[in-house]
């Protein structure tokens, strides 16, 4: 799939947490990023479906 580049602004604690859940997870923050984005899309249409190609989680801390 093929993915699109975007400019995002965060708040600095924002950005703590990521770089903290990055290292948790041994993932890099974008993954991270597409995953919380994949949740909130997914959270009232159930016929959206995330892409299956990205990396597998390493940590246990949080839901896929």
């Known amino acids: 799939m093929r993915k699109e580049r975007i400019t995002l602004y965060i708040t600095q604690r924002?950005?703590?947490q990521l770089e903290a859940?990055?290292?948790t997870e041994n993932l890099p923050e974008a993954e991270i990023i597409r995953r919380a984005l994949d949740a909130y899309l997914a959270w009232d249409d159930p016929t959206y479906?995330?892409?299956p190609s990205r990396p597998?989680?390493?940590g246990h801390s949080s839901p896929a």
């Open 14 to 16: 924002q950005k703590r």
């Open 21 to 23: 859940r990055s290292q």
């Open 49 to 51: 479906v995330p892409d």
């Open 56 to 58: 597998e989680r390493k």
